[in-house]
Every structure is written in C-alpha cells, then in structure tokens.
C-alpha cells in the first residue's frame, strides 16, 4: 500500500524541513546518550543486582526514564528516516519540468527581457 508521501508532490523545502528535523533528534539522543553514560550505566546494563534487587548505585527511576526516552526517539528517528528516504525517492521520480528548475525556463540563465 502507497504512503500518502509517495501520492503527493514533494517539494525540496519539505525534505530539508524533514532533514532539519531529523538534526534535532539526533542532538536529543546525544544528549540522552550523554546524559546516561554520565550516570555510568548503558542502555542493556541491568538495573538489578545479583539478588534481583534495585541497585542502590543508580538512581533506577531516572534510568529508566532516560532509556524510554531515548528508545522513543530512535523509534523517531527511524521514522523520519523512512520519510526522508520515501520523500527523496518521490522527489527525484515526479516529473520536473524545466521551467521548475530555471528562472526563466530556458537553458540560459539570463532573464526574459
């Protein structure tokens, strides 16, 4: 089945709006990556110790929350991936013509007089 992006004209500013986006996650999952490993924990490093009690090392709930989080924002970024991926595809197969390219619709770059 089509996505809705593979139906429509895809225009170059809704790419780099997509790809801004894309930006802004990445530095979010920095910081959440960051933000973990300043705690001295991973993302499959167990919250438990040998008797299955909480660690009393860490500060589990906040661990916790950090790796929702960032599980969610993984999840985004494939998302705006896909869409990035598809938007790209659709941009470069819809036919152009060449007065979307140039200014005047000729192959010179001198304007219509």
Same mark, same amino acid.
């Given at each position: ?59 589990? $709930?906040? &661990? ?5 989080? &960032? &599980? $969610? ?41």
């Amino acid at each position: 089945m089509p996505s809705l992006i593979e139906n429509k004209i895809v225009t170059r500013r809704e790419i780099l709006d997509m790809m801004n986006e894309k930006e802004k996650l990445e530095q979010q999952l920095k910081s959440l990556l960051e933000l973990l490993e300043s705690h001295r924990v991973s993302m499959e490093e167990p919250l438990v110790d040998p008797q299955l009690f909480p660690r009393n090392d860490v500060d589990v $709930y906040e &661990i916790r929350l950090l790796r929702v989080r &960032i &599980i $969610y924002i993984r999840n985004d970024l494939r998302a705006i991936m896909d869409r990035i991926e598809k938007g790209l595809n659709a941009y470069f197969t819809q036919n152009h013509t060449p007065e979307q390219h140039l200014p005047n619709g000729h192959g010179s770059l001198k304007l219509d007089e």
